[in-house]
């Protein structure tokens, strides 16, 4: 069954640091998005993609996120100066049409020190 | 989206169906009943929609009251691999990449 990708599983990461997370949405999908869960919580919503651009962010998602579709396999969140509160589990996830059923990632944990 | 509501957690035996209840009282003509499960702390994995017909996949089975204020989330023969937590959304399935808005959902526990 195909599957999202995300690397790397694990990622530690000094407070400050720009950090990159990377996912492998499955290949005919055309609707990519991030989510997060800081332990304990629930999962939340950061952002959608579609055609090359940004449908819909949550106030999560300020001007220290951003996303990116660099070729035509990769989706990838970057974070540019982390903080302690962005210590999370990020999931990607993807679908073929708005309304079906999303495929998420196994998510990337995120340590911030 | 529309709200909805879920008991905190159930349990069932090995074997037996597992019934999860939501209720989704707000809910307007065009949004459709999702249900994802989340095993430990995994990515939620998709279940099951359905907008206002019973629908049924190789996982569960999904009954939609004639009104939609509530639905049932059926897993026929639970096994212990279903212990998760269950989580069930109403959202517009069309138009656009439409977010998902998870609760704290029902936590499931299987016990042989």
């Known amino acids: 069954e195909p599957e999202v990708t995300q690397t790397p599983s694990h990622q530690v990461t000094q407070m400050g640091q720009e950090v990159i997370l990377r996912c492998v949405p499955i290949?005919?999908?055309?609707?990519f998005y991030w989510y997060r869960q800081i332990l304990g919580q629930k999962v939340e919503f950061l952002v959608s993609f579609y055609n090359n651009e940004i449908s819909e962010k949550s106030e999560i998602f300020d001007d220290q996120f951003s996303v990116e579709r660099p070729d035509g396999s990769n989706f990838t969140l970057k974070i540019r100066s982390t903080k302690l509160e962005d210590s999370a589990m990020y999931f990607c996830?993807?679908?073929?049409?708005?309304?079906?059923?999303?495929?998420f990632g196994s998510g990337t944990r995120l340590t911030v020190v | 989206d529309a709200k909805t509501t879920q008991p905190p957690s159930m349990d069932c035996a090995e074997g037996r169906a597992a019934n999860l209840p939501c209720n989704h009282s707000?809910?307007?003509?065009?949004?459709?009943v999702y249900w994802y499960r989340q095993i430990h702390s995994q990515g939620p994995q998709y279940i099951i929609h359905g907008l206002k017909n019973n629908e049924t996949n190789e996982m569960a089975s999904l009954i939609i009251t004639e009104d939609r204020k509530s639905s049932t989330l059926i897993l026929p023969h639970a096994t212990l691999r279903d212990t998760a937590v269950y989580y069930c959304?109403?959202?517009?399935?069309?138009?656009?990449?439409?977010?998902?808005?998870f609760g704290q959902g029902t936590r499931l526990t299987i016990n042989p």
């Open positions: 959304i109403v959202r517009v399935g069309i138009q656009g990449a439409q977010k998902l808005v």
């Open positions: 996830a993807s679908s073929v049409t708005p309304g079906g059923g999303y495929t």
């Open positions: 290949s005919n999908h055309l609707y």
């Open positions: 707000t809910i307007s003509g065009n949004e459709y």
